[in-house]
């Protein structure tokens, strides 16, 4: 049964679409999202950048930069302290406090307004355009905003998520091989564990569900590090059956009916927890990750009660073999 629903489970959570405009989570009753709408709705103001270029960048240049940022699609606003020259106002005549708006002692600021909403591919590529412009005047340029912010974010969240799922794996492979005093037992139970994980998000793939882009991580380690217990619990008991001698089915059937009520108590405690807040939280994202963890409880439970039994049983030779003491207790099967 694990190997006919690896595939998908390993498909679904590697195609699953997640979000990075957490915005978008907050009620919309809110006055500050009422007052971000007002400002898309009656003046198209959704994305909007801040760059700042040397101030001895020449007013000619300066001009040639923003005509070309104008011609990007999606850009309907460029506010730029030469276009105030272009206006014929002489720059005597334009007070201090508005140049302090647009001029420090070493930048000179240019406002860029996008009507692509923010984290999506479309202003990414937007950010990536203005980029290549405002480097071809000034090598030094720097451009600020949500937008950018936003993509930084998007470039790093992936590679970051997956050094942290790496480092947790391999943290908690450490600690059992030093409790379990074996080299194939946390490889066997972590990947049992990896695989509810992967179910659990693959869900949210064949759903249709957006999730927020932290849902991967964080429900990678929690459900790793909160269910992988009821695995050492039955592993444990197997382990002690075998030891003593018993032949590999009454050792399981030994284990599963003295820890399946353990483990099924401790599972519905943690799916009632984190169902009961994702029901009832305004925030869709704190909504999202507690149904995770809530069905995660529940899809663990029944790998560990269904799945890794088998799995013991099939590397049980391996199992012994690999396992400090095991071999030489008065247990069956050669190595």
Do not use: W
């Not at 340029?141 to 970051?160: F, H, R, S, T």
């Not at 008991?237 to 599963?256: C, T």
Request: net charge negative.
């Amino acid at each position: 049964m694990a190997l006919v629903i690896v595939y998908p489970a390993f498909y679904g959570n590697n195609h699953v679409k997640s979000y990075y405009n957490l915005t978008k989570d907050l009620p919309q009753d809110l006055k500050s999202c009422i007052a971000n709408s007002k400002l898309s709705d009656d003046f198209d103001l959704v994305a909007s950048q801040v760059i700042l270029v040397n101030k001895n960048l020449k007013d000619n240049d300066l001009n040639k930069m923003v005509d070309e940022i104008e011609k990007i699609d999606s850009i309907n606003l460029v506010l730029s302290p030469s276009q105030l020259a272009n206006l014929g106002i002489p720059d005597e005549m334009i007070p201090s406090d508005v140049k302090d708006i647009f001029e420090s002692d070493r930048y000179k600021m240019i406002f860029v307004n996008s009507t692509n909403e923010i984290a999506t591919d479309e202003l990414n590529k937007v950010i990536d355009q203005i980029e290549k412009v405002i480097k071809k005047y000034d090598k030094n340029a720097i451009m600020a905003g949500e937008g950018p912010c936003m993509k930084d974010l998007v470039n790093i969240a992936d590679e970051d998520f997956k050094n942290v799922s790496i480092a947790s794996i391999g943290i908690i492979f450490i600690i059992m091989l030093f409790v379990l005093k074996s080299i194939s037992l946390p490889i066997l139970l972590v990947s049992g564990i990896e695989l509810a994980i992967l179910i659990n998000m693959a869900i949210s793939y064949y759903t249709g569900d957006v999730l927020p882009f932290v849902a991967s991580i964080v429900i990678g380690t929690i459900q790793l590090g909160a269910t992988i217990d009821y695995a050492i619990l039955l592993t444990t008991k197997y382990l002690e059956k075998r030891s003593s001698g018993l032949e590999k089915i009454p050792a399981m059937d030994h284990a599963i009916s003295t820890s399946a009520s353990s483990i099924f108590v401790s599972g519905m405690s943690f799916f009632a927890a984190t169902f009961g807040v994702g029901m009832i939280s305004k925030l869709n994202m704190i909504g999202s990750l507690c149904n995770l963890m809530s069905r995660g409880a529940l899809i663990s439970m029944m790998i560990v009660i269904c799945v890794i039994p088998a799995i013991l049983l099939v590397f049980d030779k391996v199992i012994i073999c690999t396992t400090i003491g095991l071999k030489k207790l008065n247990v069956k099967g050669e190595c």
